[in-house]
């Protein structure tokens, strides 16, 4: 077990770009989650999966982002056509009961 | 909605007793969480409370009273290693998502 990992951990985009980010959940983890966190604020949850299944998606969250998780491993979350306010850190977690585990996040910066 | 408190910022000790407290407002109840969450790190799990009462592990204990929508994170022997944010999240009933409060930077001096 080596933990939820996601990677890219720092991307640096043009706004008006796409940008994909990928999350590796622990193993044996059916339940994902994608946050969003920044500076001084706690993580805001953006949408959630278990297994294949998106189950509960941020009413906050624009139609410019969307997620996947097509066989219930690995997840990716898409950003279209970026605007500074993305600039954040993005948080990927698993869990298979009530505690959920973060992996360290995707630092995007939209220039 | 829901609707969560605690403080910015604490500063305490080295080797002594902190506690950060936090209360939330929630339309169903399904459990309290306390993550650490270091300068550039990801949240770390520390505690879950879904029934009244005190849940204590090792130096951290957290306590949840459901009727006051109130929980406490207690930090004992305290380490310079302690400071860090943490952070209180709820989740509702029929809902996996957490909904966090914004933190409490804590910071641990000599």
């Known amino acids: 077990d080596t933990g939820v990992s996601q990677d890219p951990r720092h991307k640096i985009t043009k706004r008006g770009q796409n940008v994909t980010f990928r999350c590796d959940p622990i193993s044996e983890h059916n339940r994902l989650y994608w946050y969003r966190q920044t500076l001084g604020q706690g993580p805001e949850f953006l949408t959630y999966?278990?297994?294949?299944?998106?189950?509960?998606k941020s009413r906050l969250l624009s139609d410019r982002f969307s997620a996947e998780r097509p066989k219930g491993s690995f997840s990716t979350l898409e950003i279209q056509r970026t605007e500074q306010g993305d600039s954040a850190m993005y948080l990927c977690a698993s869990s298979i009961s009530g505690e959920q585990y973060f992996g360290p996040g995707t630092r995007l910066t939209v220039t | 909605g829901q609707n969560i408190d605690q403080p910015t910022e604490m500063t305490a000790t080295e080797g002594a007793i902190v506690q950060i407290n936090c209360t939330y407002q929630?339309?169903?109840?399904?459990?309290l969480f306390w993550y650490q969450q270091h300068a550039g790190e990801a949240p770390t799990f520390l505690s879950y409370n879904v029934l009244d009462g005190l849940e204590e592990k090792g130096r951290f204990s957290s306590f949840l009273s459901r009727s006051k929508g109130y929980s406490y994170l207690l930090l004992k022997e305290l380490q310079m290693k302690d400071s860090a944010s943490y952070l209180c999240?709820?989740?509702?009933?029929?809902?996996?998502?957490?909904?966090f409060g914004k933190g409490t930077k804590l910071s641990v001096i000599p």
């Open positions: 929630t339309s169903g109840f399904n459990g």
């Open positions: 999240a709820v989740r509702a009933t029929g809902s996996y998502q957490l909904t």
């Open positions: 999966f278990q297994n294949e299944a998106q189950l509960e």
